[in-house]
């Protein structure tokens, strides 16, 4: 009976450190209102069959007029220029080798995205368009240890925007940065389970960097709703947002688990749908 009763214990103790590493930020966050139950064009509205590529300016207007919040992503250029752009290297979008951090703004503007007419945006010419019409979900994308002199570039742009933003990243570095700078402003760690990729990224998909950061916001692979940590930190009060919905499909099998919908490739009508059908009169 001794034995059991410090199994007990040690098993209790385990299950408070775990809560104590991925417990979120106790506050509620005034901008949830900007996210609870709505849709998230992820990278703007883009459909290429139309001409209109991820993360251009064209993307951003068409989720404006459609009344969507917008989510982007942000790198830091060779010469400290904050560029809208989502891959770590610009082969698939530009057709060239190399990285945005190994350019200048002005080398990544003689670029094309997808072969179309648009170039890679400026943070400011991302404002600019935006102008506070919607919300903006801003992802912060690191190259090595650069994860301050971004957040310090982007938010000398950033503070003087009239419009709402919140931030995210899959990097605790740059919500540091937020927790210790910006503490004001929401800000939302994202995650996914990752497999194969060593100790240290298995670890972060579990969210005990939440320690250290204290997201008021998780941002969560929606293929993995129902893994255990993720579902912990709803427990404990974090807000959920599901990343990335492509088809009705998915938002029926999955949507329950979060309040926030980042989406591509399914209209902005059929999300709607869901939306209202899901929160009903909350929306209102």
């Not at 004001?184 to 320690?211: D, F, H, P, W, Y």
Request: proline fraction near 4%.
């Amino acid at each position: 009976m001794e034995i059991l009763w410090i199994c007990l214990a040690v098993l209790a103790g385990l299950c408070l450190i775990i809560a104590f590493l991925v417990f979120p930020s106790l506050r509620r966050h005034k901008d949830r209102r900007l996210m609870d139950g709505k849709a998230v064009a992820h990278r703007g509205l883009h459909d290429i069959g139309q001409g209109v590529p991820e993360n251009s300016l064209a993307a951003f207007e068409r989720a404006c007029e459609a009344g969507l919040m917008i989510e982007n992503d942000v790198h830091l250029t060779l010469d400290g220029h904050v560029a809208v752009f989502h891959d770590d290297t610009l082969d698939r979008m530009c057709g060239v080798p190399g990285k945005p951090e190994e350019k200048t703004m002005e080398e990544l503007k003689t670029l094309r995205l997808a072969g179309t007419g648009e170039t890679i945006p400026t943070l400011e010419e991302c404002l600019e368009t935006v102008k506070g019409r919607v919300p903006i979900l801003i992802e912060f994308k690191l190259c090595g240890s650069n994860a301050n002199a971004l957040c310090e570039a982007a938010e000398k742009i950033l503070k003087d925007y009239k419009g709402d933003y919140v931030i995210q990243s899959f990097y605790p570095g740059v919500l540091m940065w937020y927790k210790k700078n910006r503490p004001e402003r929401m800000r939302g760690q994202l995650s996914t389970v990752i497999k194969g990729e060593g100790i240290a990224k298995r670890l972060l998909g579990t969210l005990i960097s939440n320690v250290v950061t204290r997201p008021d916001f998780i941002s969560y692979d929606h293929t993995h709703a129902r893994y255990f940590f993720r579902r912990m930190t709803r427990i404990f009060g974090a807000h959920q947002a599901g990343w990335t919905f492509r088809s009705p499909e998915e938002l029926e099998k999955n949507g329950k688990y979060f309040r926030t919908f980042i989406f591509e490739n399914v209209s902005p009508e059929t999300v709607e749908k869901y939306l209202n059908e899901r929160f009903g009169n909350e929306r209102s």
